[in-house]
């Protein structure tokens, strides 16, 4: 008999989109794979697979990686070098990246069927890659589709889609209510961003023979099972895929800075304990300059210290630039270790955009959160940590305010101050919020472990492939 980490017979082709928070959990899970005993081979850009490369490397020989070139820029419409979503100028650019990353069709299918070891048994393929449909075709592999969104948020818009309200959201400013949710959840036009995206998402999800979850069943088995009862679609819940340990080395996560070169861990380290709150607004998101200067202004005077990651520039006040760092602030320009720094002990608090990564990788260290959406389907997120899950608070923005925080109001002071007060103190409320948050932290690590829900499902879903996979080579 098959031991349950002797899968080499088996292989996955990954297909992650191009952007840091769809390309780090596809390598997590590239990864995940191997460690069963799975060949993997992730198809990339030469700019993306740099990145990966320190990662994915020590799992050499099983998995692979392959950089195939993405269209030159003066035919791309694109700036030169940018192979990433997080690396466009601006929005304008994104029906442009669409398009280059719809040329990695032929090339894929060019390396699967001349140079590659052996054809996929699977193909796990982002939502954002419709053409991976035509790959798994060629092969008559399972494709399973891997989105990267909580799964409330999942099943929302599986929700208004499915019932029609979708064009009501689209239609005006009033709350409309998701239709079958087994709670209330209320979504305005401003909060949605509605756009020919999500119904290539819910045709992908339809299309394919399952879904990848990036989360973990105690977390959503609400809405996990409302959805698998009324689509019958196999869904797979295999995270949270970036625990610190899990894999071990997602420290720099691919990037250049090194915890050691940016001081990060070591500054935290001086710090005592649920002593800071960390600020970043993940890969792309920036707030406007004039919240820029508002969060800064309010985070020096409330005595609380922090760590801020920053994108772009913003307004940061003079002497933040002068003295990024100080006893009781860090300011870190460029890409930092998240993972690695929320699960520090220093850390009390996480002001994020609510990105799913950055919200399960919240949930995972056990740490309280502010909310503060900034676009895509960030406001789902908000909902859940806020009123689901009850280990965040809400700064207060009612609308998606895109990459750049532009076209919203401030939030002042006192709604900084207090959301500030109610993560790192906030009374007897605040010690339950903390409470509920360690909790969730601890669930999400026993899901991964050994025998835990996540790591069965992983089983479950190579064993899926394992027999789909005969079933499509005996010709049926
Ligand atoms: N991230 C990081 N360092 C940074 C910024 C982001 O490690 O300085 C990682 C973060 O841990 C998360 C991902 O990048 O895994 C961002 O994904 P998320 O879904 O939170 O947001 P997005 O960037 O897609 O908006």
Known sequence: MKGPNNHEDLHFLLLPFMASGHMLPMSNIAILLARRGASVTLITTPLNAARLRPTLSPHQPLISLVALPFPPAPDSGLPDGCESFDALPSRDHEPAFFRATEALLAPTLHHLRARC??????????ALLPWARKVAREFRAPRLVFHGYAFFATLCLHNLVAHGALARVGGGHERVV???????????????????RLEDLWEARETADGVIVNSFEELEHEYLDIYREATGKNVWVIGPVSLPNNPPNTIDRGREASPDELGCLDWLNQREPKSVIYVSFGSIGRLSPPQTAELARTLE???YNFMWVIKGGGRLPEEFKEEPITESRMVVHGWAPQVAILSHRAVGGFITHCGWNSTLEGVSAGVPMVAWPLFAEQFFNEKLVVDVLRIGVRIGVERLSGWAGEGVGVVGVEAIERVLEEVMDGGKEGVLRRMRARELGEMARK???????????????????SENRSVKDDGA
């Open 117 to 126: 070891h052996a054809p996929p048994s699977c193909v796990i393929a982002d």
């Open 178 to 196: 998701v239709p079958g949710m087994p709670h209330v959840v209320e979504i305005t036009e401003e909060q949605l961003q509605v756009d020919a």
């Open 301 to 303: 005077a409330s005595g």
């Open 447 to 465: 899901a991964m472990d050994v025998g835990g829900s996540s790591y069965v499902n992983m089983t479950r879903l190579i064993d899926y492939v």
